[in-house]
């Protein structure tokens, strides 16, 4: 079954400083894979996806996010945290085969000043 | 578009008692997903619908909890008899072409029975 594994619960960092969450996906056969944000009190927002390409894909909000199947990973970056990006960062693969979608447990991003 | 609307926002009751959230999805989209959220089990997909018909069912906990989807644009989840374990927040999702495909999320009703 495939499985999509978030390996950090939270983490810090300085408002300015880079970022890099991890994500690690099951193989799937035609695997679609997604980055969520939730802010506190609110549903999730789609921040990028990957279905096919170019495996460096561009999101909202300055982020991105690098698919690298030798690894099975697709982890999202941004360069330069905003206080504002404070927030739980969820990673999701679709199975287009299976019409199915598994969620990662999150990652809670906290942004010190 | 206004995006999934999901009422009410908030709702408390007493354990025993019936409760039923709402879900506006967006026009056109065909697939509807009722998710749950706590902090011990994270994001569960309760059941999910195409075309008004219920697809997969396989995450409703228990008999107590009921989707229904009379209509393209409305559906309903049912929980008789509620428990304070059902706590949680419950997110209504929509997408365009299916479980993989980008879903949409609305605000989510919290859920708090005493």
């Known amino acids: 079954a495939q499985s999509v594994t978030q390996p950090d619960i939270h983490i810090t960092v300085s408002e300015g400083a880079s970022l890099e969450l991890r994500c690690n996906y099951s193989y799937g056969a035609t695997p679609y894979l997604f980055w969520y944000v939730q802010s506190p009190g609110q549903g999730l927002q789609l921040l990028l996806k990957?279905?096919?390409?170019?495996?460096l894909v561009q999101g909202i909000k300055g982020f991105e996010a690098e698919f690298k199947r030798s690894q099975s990973s697709f982890n999202l970056r941004k360069p330069s945290v905003h206080w504002s990006d404070a927030a739980e960062y969820f990673c999701?693969?679709?199975?287009?085969?299976?019409?199915?979608?598994?969620f990662g447990a999150g990652t809670r991003l906290t942004v010190k000043p | 578009d206004a995006g999934v609307i999901q009422s009410p926002r908030h709702e408390v009751t007493e354990m025993g008692q019936e409760v039923t959230l709402r879900c506006k999805p967006i026009s056109g989209h065909d697939y509807l997903f009722w998710y749950r959220q706590t902090m011990m089990r994270g994001l569960e997909l309760l059941i999910y619908f195409n075309n008004n018909v219920p697809i997969d069912d396989s995450g409703m906990p228990e008999d107590r909890f009921s989707a229904k989807m009379p209509n393209a644009s409305f559906s309903t989840l049912k929980i008789q008899p509620s428990e304070p374990r059902d706590s949680a927040v419950y997110f209504c999702?929509?997408?365009?072409?299916?479980?993989?495909?980008?879903?949409?999320f609305g605000p989510g009703t919290r859920l708090t029975v005493l």
């Open positions: 990957y279905f096919s390409g170019d495996t």
């Open positions: 999701a693969e679709g199975d287009y085969n299976n019409n199915d979608m598994r």
């Open positions: 999702a929509s997408s365009f072409s299916g479980a993989s495909d980008t879903q949409y």
